[in-house]
């Protein structure tokens, strides 16, 4: 299913048993306006009625600062219900913005879907 989740932003999403895959797709490589997609896209979570997401970047070209604050907000309200948010699809250079600007810790990458569902699954206590 595809939504806007803010002006030019589109999603794709994915249900699956327990998650919301979510992937991003920016407008265009020099977007620098956001506007609340962290909120727009808690909503969506909400609205599934889960509180795991992995969202998708691969088509997000550059982060820029406005788009990391709000990704670093959507992972604050995520972890505010007891969520879990991971990253996965980003590209080096978007590796690089994050361990330069020491985010790294707080927002969780991993190389593919499967890749963070697991990580979650084995930091769940049975």
């Known amino acids: 299913m595809q939504t806007d989740v803010e002006r030019e932003w589109r ?14 797709r920016s407008p265009a490589a020099d977007v620098a306006h956001c506007g609340q997609i ?52 980003l590209s080096e250079n978007n590796r690089e913005v994050l361990r330069r600007s020491r985010l790294g810790e707080r927002l969780a990458e991993y190389e593919s879907r499967e890749a963070a569902v697991l990580s979650a699954h084995r930091q769940l206590p049975r």
Do not use: C, Y
């Open 38 to 89: 962290a909120d727009n896209l808690f909503q969506m979570m909400q609205s599934h009625l889960t509180r795991r997401m992995v969202l998708d970047l691969e088509d997000v070209p550059v982060f820029k600062s406005e788009l990391l604050s709000q990704m670093l907000r959507l992972n604050n309200l995520v972890q505010s219900q007891g969520g879990i948010l991971r990253l996965t699809g």
């Open 11 to 24: 999603t794709e999403i994915e249900r699956g048993p327990g998650w919301l895959f979510v992937k991003l």
